[in-house]
């Protein structure tokens, strides 16, 4: 696999898929996610959970990582002017050095326009040197370019570091969504953890929303500002997620009635 891997991103053989992130003020995908998608000998999907952690071992999450946000940027220039990227950057990206430039070349290269890109990065990426995770990303906020904590509540979940750094938004982990129509408690958990977040004058993105009563729920008794998973869509091809933003943004009915957060397959031919 290592040696795959390796050639993969030789011969520039990874894909970006992008996965809708849906305003709940807009009821339109604001953001895209960007998700690295690798096609092992042109058949088998590898899952960027196994496949990061390698490239991260062997060296190549840096090209890896310079690739994702070019090309990120580069597609996401061509959607409406309304809409964002985010693209992930894992721990060892932001130990190997020079994330900001890597970040300032992308936009520079693509034009996209700083505010409309994304960095996610998760508490392991900054919890084992703080001090150095407040630096740079105050750099790349300077930029304009937003911050989002992403896989929030999993980990060893150090508050502490809520109030260090300057994000923007909290991304709640799927695990908080998972038990949420069965569970009490899981509700008054949720509940909390928005209530801590907006009181942090963070934007909310809650992860992981499979069926339509988890939608229900959040939409109708917790205050959370964007929403993610499978019941809006899975991660599309590019080609696809343009498609996916012109039919919301482009589309001459304008009259948006409340539900019509609508499954991507129903817009994606
Ligand atoms: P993540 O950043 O938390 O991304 C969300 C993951 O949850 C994605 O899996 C996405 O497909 C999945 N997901 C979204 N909605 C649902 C849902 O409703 N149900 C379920 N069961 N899953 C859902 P994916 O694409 O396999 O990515 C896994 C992780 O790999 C990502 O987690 C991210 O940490 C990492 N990753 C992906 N692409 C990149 C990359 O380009 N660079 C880096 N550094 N990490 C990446
Ligand atoms: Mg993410
Ligand atoms: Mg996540």
Same mark, same amino acid.
């Given at each position: 696999m290592e040696q795959d891997l390796a050639k993969a991103v030789r011969e520039q053989n990874l894909e970006l898929h992008f996965q809708p992130i849906v305003s709940v003020?807009?009821?339109?995908?604001?953001v895209f996610e960007a998700l690295t998608r690798w096609r092992r000998n042109g058949v088998e999907n590898v899952s960027p959970a196994l496949f990061i952690p390698i490239a991260e071992d062997l060296g190549l999450i840096r090209e890896i990582g310079e690739w994702t946000l070019k090309e990120a940027c580069r597609q996401c220039?061509?959607?409406?002017?309304e809409t964002s990227v985010a693209v992930n950057v894992s721990a060892v990206q932001f130990q190997v050095g020079s994330i900001t430039e890597v970040v300032q070349h992308a936009l520079e290269e693509t034009?996209?326009?700083?505010?409309?890109l994304e960095i996610e990065i998760t508490e392991t990426a900054v919890l084992n040197d703080m001090d150095h995770a407040i630096l740079v990303l105050e750099k790349i906020s300077e930029l304009g370019v937003r911050i989002s904590l992403d896989d929030?509540?999993? @980990?060893?979940?150090? %508050?502490?570091?809520l109030h260090k750094l300057p994000l923007d938004k909290l991304k709640i982990d799927k695990s908080f969504i998972d038990d949420l129509v069965n569970s009490e408690r899981s509700r008054t958990l949720l509940k909390g953890i928005t209530a801590m977040g907006k009181a942090l004058d963070l934007k909310l993105v809650v992860e992981g929303i499979e069926d339509q009563s988890q939608f229900d729920l959040l939409k109708d008794h917790y205050n959370v500002d964007f929403m993610q998973g499978y019941f809006f869509s899975k991660a599309l091809p590019a080609s696809a997620a343009k498609e996916f933003s012109d039919s919301f943004y482009l589309?001459?009915?304008?009259?948006?009635? @409340?539900?019509?957060? %609508?499954?991507a397959n129903d817009r994606v031919a």
């Open positions: 003020a807009s009821h339109k995908p604001a220039k061509s959607w409406h002017p034009g996209l326009e700083p505010h409309r929030f509540g999993t @980990g060893y979940s150090s %508050l502490s570091y589309s001459s009915n304008e009259n948006s009635s @409340g539900d019509d957060y %609508l499954i």
